[in-house]
């Protein structure tokens, strides 16, 4: 008989989510809790278009929809232990440890003896007060095991909060998609196109890039910038590009669909994200950035959270707001085809490792390990 296992929170209604859970089905019995979303519930951030379309392909995983449309979501608590205690399932994942829902699961998990496994939403950034620090401890003492996204975020729970280290698990985003090959070498007459696709936010850096990018245009370098999103600041944007005379050479594109996005990223040849540190905020993964790469888009980056490890040595680093080095790097990638088309495959390779297939066989490993627990893990 397969082990029943309940994958719980907003995230799982997402299309890379959902094709990891899918992957999963392979192996286990899989049920995901989330909400039923409406254009007022829907995931704050998540275009509505990329939830799942359970039409599109055949899935194995029983979906739980566990509230109906424009309901207060509170009603998501009862209703989620509610259908955990009519699942039965030996180990339940949760999404988002750090609410009200957490404590809850959590708690009747420890009493049905289930096996407990938190996604941490931890941010690396936050200086926690010392009761809060002892709250997050004693939160952290009831799951089985951890979750994180990246190893700044296990030092973190490591040092800060003393979880112990054997039960935490490093298990990255997934790009979903990885294209098989990148497109023929780029020669030397070529436009390069250069590639952001985010949030328009200062702390994404986009003022320094537009700055940067002009640097490639005055010294007479065939480059566009394509600029995806939408943001507070993406009508200051326009008038800086617009008063550096760049609006020829900077395309806004607005909010775009997924379909569009895989456009963009097919004539693209370099995904650049100079993502700046602010209080509280750095990166904690950068998707786009994987996304970018599994794409077979060379990538430029700042030293920001965890962009660093996510490129490793497949990309180029730069210091956060340094417009010069940022330069520097587009410039070279520019200049130097043959060393452009070495990093587009070394993208590609990187990329790979964050393939939903390895993604899934991490999560496989992990509920296996979960489910032959026998006692809980302090």
């Not at 392979?26 to 909400?35: G, I, R, S, T």
């Not at 007022?40 to 979906?63: A, Q, R």
């Not at 008063?243 to 775009?256: I, P, Q, S």
């Amino acid at each position: 008989m397969s082990i029943k296992v309940a994958f719980i929170g907003r995230s799982f209604s997402q299309r890379r989510q959902s094709y990891l859970l899918n992957e999963l089905a392979k192996y286990y019995l899989v049920y995901a809790l989330v909400p039923n979303w409406s254009e007022k519930l829907k995931y704050e951030g998540t275009p509505k278009e990329i939830l799942i379309d359970e039409k599109e392909v055949k899935f194995s995983v029983i979906w739980h929809r566990v509230i109906f449309n424009d309901k207060p979501l509170i009603q998501f608590y009862p209703s989620v232990l509610f259908s955990i205690s009519k699942i039965k399932p030996k180990v339940v994942v949760l999404n988002l440890y750090h609410s009200l829902m957490g404590i809850l699961v959590g708690i009747y998990c420890r009493i049905a003896s289930k096996r407990f496994i938190v996604i941490s939403a931890l941010n690396p950034t936050i200086k926690y007060k010392r009761i809060e620090r002892l709250i997050l401890r004693i939160l952290y003492l009831i799951p089985d095991f951890v979750v994180v996204l990246t190893n700044k975020m296990k030092i973190k729970l490591i040092e800060e909060l003393k979880v112990n280290e054997n039960k935490i698990f490093i298990i990255p985003e997934t790009g979903y998609y990885i294209k098989d090959d990148i497109k023929d070498d780029i020669k030397k007459n070529d436009m390069i196109t250069f590639l952001y696709a985010g949030r328009h936010v200062y702390e994404k850096g986009l003022f320094h890039l537009i700055v940067a990018f002009k640097k490639l245009i005055d010294k007479g370098y065939k480059a566009k910038l394509i600029l995806c999103g939408e943001g507070v600041i993406t009508n200051s944007l326009k008038k800086f590009s617009e008063e550096n005379g760049l609006k020829k050479f900077v395309d806004f594109k607005g909010y775009v669909k997924e379909e569009e996005l895989k456009k963009y990223l097919e004539i693209s040849d370099v995904i650049v994200y100079p993502s700046i540190k602010v209080k509280n905020w750095e990166e904690q993964f950068g998707y786009s950035v994987l996304e970018g790469m599994s794409n077979g888009l060379a990538a430029i980056v700042t030293d920001c959270g965890s962009l660093p490890e996510l490129v490793g040595n497949a990309g180029i680093i730069v210091p956060q707001k340094d417009v010069e080095k940022l330069a520097e790097a587009m410039e070279y990638l520019v200049r130097d085809r043959e060393k452009l088309n070495e990093y587009k495959k070394m993208s590609l390779e990187r990329a790979k490792e964050f393939s939903l297939e390895n993604v899934a066989e991490k999560w496989r490993k992990l509920v296996k390990l979960a489910a032959k627990q026998q006692h809980p893990h302090y």
